[in-house]
């Protein structure tokens, strides 16, 4: 439980079963390369989560993953559920296979080589409020 939710009367404290379902990601530009997901909830039994990277194939990505937790809800004193955000974060794994350092903008000196990973994380993917 989260700390500031221990001084709230249990008559308003509520939990909730939720239960995530990350099917696919699909219309991706790219031909080759790896996604992953990687999610946050506050105030939740189990708060942070990730799949597995997964290969583009036809320009979509697929997972079919199931993530359950518990949410821990408060009721405000006007009468509503105060809300709970959650953050889900794409993130994209390029393989290189013929680069030139001026293409990546690699300062370190040398050149790329054949199967070097780049990681790109992208910006946050749904960042709303469950209510």
Known sequence: M?????????????????????????????????????????????????????????????????????????IGKDGLLQPCELRVDVIQVSKIVWAKERDCGISSGRRPKRGDLIDHQATTFVDSALR
């Not at 700390?3 to 404290?13: A, D, Q, W, Y």
């Not at 099917?23 to 597995?52: C, E, M, Q």
């Not at 320009?59 to 821990?72: E, L, M, T, Y």
């Open 2 to 74: 989260h700390l500031t939710h221990i001084f709230v009367p249990k008559n308003r404290r509520v939990d909730f079963e939720l239960h995530i379902r990350v099917h696919d990601l699909t219309s991706i530009p790219l031909v080759t390369g790896f996604y992953s997901i990687k999610w946050r909830l506050k105030h939740a039994s189990v708060t942070y989560g990730a799949t597995n990277r997964a290969p583009i194939k036809n320009h979509a990505v697929q997972w079919d993953v199931n993530f359950d937790s518990i949410v821990h809800l408060v």
